[in-house]
T-cell receptor, first 115, second 114 residues
């Protein structure tokens, strides 16, 4: 099984609708990163979360970290066509009280927003 | 500060040819990572360097892939010979010290093997 599970794998919404993407780790989280990507291109950094209960927002995108559940969610309010793309969560995971010092990624969520 | 530089941006080669990708990390970043992202999947770590030493290359297909970071600064990833399944985006990232203060990614190199 994957160390980092992302859901859903794809999402199609109507413009103006809210949506949530989840990311769950099977190991201890030392940091959780959200990225956006256009098909075949590099990663665009969105947000980094490090502490349990932490919540960050940028424009209409909010990310939260639930350390106990080893889970993060990315919420987009009033989606727009410009939000379309691939969303990736990357986690700094570890064991025995130590981070592995590298990012492990989920499978990605493909978001389509219909105008 | 300048970001992580990667070149080329795009490359198309025939199978069995060789190809090399270059990455220049952020100045002062000790840790450098190469990831392979097959389209439709999340990035997978190929190799992690700490200065000029290899920390993790457990997922690098060593029969055809090689990477070096000779002076502990820029790095080259090579594929020889390339296979169709090597078609992917190759991402380079760096961090100050194994994730300290986050990770910065380059724009990636999109490789198509025909």
């Amino acid at each position: 099984s994957q160390e980092l599970e992302q859901s859903p794998q794809s999402l199609i919404v109507q413009e103006g609708k809210n949506l949530t993407i989840n990311c769950t780790s099977s190991k201890t989280l030392y940091g959780l990163y959200w990225y956006k990507q256009k098909y075949g291109e590099g990663l665009i950094f969105l947000m980094m979360l490090q502490k349990g209960g932490e919540e960050k927002s940028h424009e209409k995108i909010t990310a939260k970290l639930d350390e106990k559940k080893q889970q993060s969610s990315l919420h987009i309010t009033a989606s727009q066509p410009s939000h379309a793309g691939i969303y990736l969560c990357g986690a700094d995971i570890g064991a025995g009280g130590t981070s592995y010092g590298k990012l492990t990624f989920g499978q990605g969520t493909i978001l389509t927003v219909h105008p | 500060e300048a970001g992580v530089a990667q070149s080329p941006r795009y490359k198309i080669i025939e199978k069995r040819q060789s190809v090399a990708f270059w990455c220049n990390p952020i100045s002062g970043h000790a840790t450098l990572y190469w990831y392979q992202q097959i389209l439709g999947q999340g990035p997978k770590l190929l190799i992690q360097f700490q200065n000029n030493g290899v920390v993790d290359d457990s997922q690098l297909p060593k029969d055809r892939f090689s990477a070096e970071r000779l002076k502990g600064v820029d790095s080259t990833l090579k594929i020889q010979p390339a296979k169709l399944e090597d078609s992917a985006v190759y991402l380079c990232a760096s961090s100050l010290d194994q994730g300290t203060r986050g990770y910065t990614f380059g724009s990636g190199t999109r490789l198509t093997v025909v």
